[in-house]
């Protein structure tokens, strides 16, 4: 049976910018994980049931991407048994009050919107961290 690595964050969006930007901001909290780019749903997915001896520690899911769609991607992840201990935090540029209710229905921990400033995401990342990584601050 896989084990979480308590430091792997894959971050899933298919912007490369909003990628770095997002590991920017882990960084500038000091936060030396390991993290992973994911392009799309169905990598992740390859990567969850790949044979290694570990999962993330957390996901960060965009909604909105080429290909199955992040709700698509959560309600496929949330309907396997073993993946139902991963913290999956949805962030999106989405607005719409029904991407919210359904990310909670399927099973999303956390639904937060891009934030429109660098320093407002290394806020937002501050918090992820301290909520499911950082286990005493």
């Known amino acids: 049976m896989k084990e979480t690595n308590d430091k792997l964050v894959y971050i899933v969006d298919d912007d490369p910018d909003d990628r770095q930007i997002i590991l920017d901001a882990f960084l500038e909290n000091k936060y030396l994980g390991d993290y992973a780019f994911i392009e799309t749903g169905e990598e992740l997915l390859d990567n969850l049931q790949a044979p290694s001896d570990l ?13 199955m769609m992040g709700l698509d991607i959560l309600r496929e992840i949330r309907n396997q048994k073993q993946y139902s201990h991963i913290p999956i935090v949805v962030l999106t540029t989405s607005t719409l009050h029904n991407d919210r209710k359904l990310a909670f229905e399927f099973g999303a921990n956390c639904f937060l919107r891009k934030p429109d400033t660098f320093s407002h995401l290394v806020s937002l990342t501050d918090a992820i961290l301290r909520l499911w990584l950082i286990e005493s601050i």
Do not use: E, K
């Open 55 to 67: 999962y993330p520690s957390l996901i960060l899911l965009d909604l909105n991407m080429p290909g």
